[in-house]
């Protein structure tokens, strides 16, 4: 089944030789984030910790916003603190989030009661309350001259097959057309032209671009290695 991303593109941080800012580029402009002075920073931006639970602050706020709103209570002011501690327990780290909601107006007990439980199906909450995954892939910057051409008559996909770190990204993402255990590895029939070019541009590394093809070009489907 192919995966959908929560964003359509991906948040990218970049740092430089500056302890420890880096900038966060997301879809509609760039913040700073840092580390505090005990930690060797220079405190100019939140601290990921700081950013891990302003994200479910604003999700909780966000959440029970729609609900209130939907509902047509009159509770124009929510206050949500966050913060968190760590423990052990079987050698295992827990992570303990602790969220204090404020209405700061009267609410019936049947009111706080329905909101609590909103808040607790907020989407971050069932992110952080699910199970998590994190798939680390690592690149580097090279040149490499070597490429494959992949065409549907209408766009033509290169793979560089030595910039492919076989993070199978396009794999899970576009199985009908990046699939390893076929020959090529890409076929270029397996979805629309705009399927194609959306998955290709979510390669990490480069090794998939494409261009389109001028009319009359000839519909080429090169060989190759697959990245498996
Ligand atoms: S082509 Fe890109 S997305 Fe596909 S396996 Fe290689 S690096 Fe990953």
Same mark, same amino acid.
């Given at each position: 089944?192919?995966?959908?991303?929560?964003?359509?593109?991906?948040?990218?941080?970049?740092?430089?030789?500056?302890?420890?800012?880096?900038?966060?580029?997301?879809?509609?402009?760039?913040?700073?984030?840092?580390?505090?002075?005990?930690?060797?920073?220079?405190?100019?931006?939140?601290?990921?910790?700081?950013?891990?639970?302003?994200?479910?602050?604003?999700?909780?706020?966000?959440?029970?916003?729609?609900?209130?709103?939907?509902?047509?209570?009159?509770?124009?002011?929510?206050?949500?603190?966050?913060?968190?501690?760590?423990?052990?327990?079987?050698?295992?780290?827990?992570?303990?989030?602790?969220?204090?909601?404020?209405?700061?107006?009267?609410?019936?007990?049947?009111?706080?009661?329905?909101?609590?439980?909103?808040?607790?199906?907020? $989407?971050?909450?069932?992110?952080?309350?699910?199970?998590?995954?994190?798939?680390?892939?690592?690149?580097?910057?090279?040149?490499?001259?070597?490429?494959?051409?992949?065409?549907?008559?209408?766009?033509?996909?290169?793979?560089?097959?030595?910039?492919?770190?076989?993070?199978?990204?396009?794999?899970?993402?576009? $199985?009908?057309?990046?699939?390893?255990?076929?020959?090529?590895?890409?076929?270029?029939?397996?979805?629309?032209?705009?399927?194609?070019?959306?998955?290709?541009?979510?390669? $990490?590394?480069?090794?998939?671009?494409?261009?389109?093809?001028? $009319?009359?070009?000839?519909?080429?489907?090169?060989?190759?290695?697959?990245?498996?």
């Amino acid at each position: 089944m192919a995966i959908k991303y929560l964003l359509d593109n991906p948040v990218e941080g970049n740092i430089f030789t500056q302890k420890y800012q880096s900038t966060i580029e997301w879809r509609n402009g760039k913040f700073v984030s840092d580390e505090p002075v005990k930690s060797g920073g220079q405190d100019t931006g939140p601290d990921p910790y700081t950013l891990l639970l302003s994200a479910h602050a604003s999700c909780t706020l966000a959440t029970l916003r729609m609900y209130i709103d939907r509902k047509g209570w009159d509770i124009p002011h929510i206050a949500v603190k966050a913060n968190m501690y760590q423990t052990t327990k079987d050698e295992k780290l827990i992570t303990v989030i602790d969220r204090d909601i404020n209405f700061l107006q009267p609410v019936t007990d049947e009111q706080r009661e329905k909101l609590t439980d909103i808040a607790k199906a907020c $989407p971050v909450s069932k992110i952080l309350e699910g199970e998590i995954v994190v798939r680390t892939y690592t690149y580097n910057n090279s040149d490499t001259p070597k490429h494959i051409n992949y065409s549907n008559g209408e766009v033509t996909v290169v793979w560089k097959p030595d910039v492919c770190k076989h993070s199978g990204r396009c794999v899970t993402g576009l $199985p009908g057309v990046f699939d390893v255990n076929k020959h090529p590895w890409i076929n270029m029939q397996g979805a629309d032209t705009n399927a194609i070019v959306e998955q290709v541009n979510k390669c $990490p590394t480069g090794a998939l671009s494409f261009y389109k093809n001028t $009319p009359g070009e000839a519909n080429t489907a090169e060989n190759g290695n697959s990245p498996a």
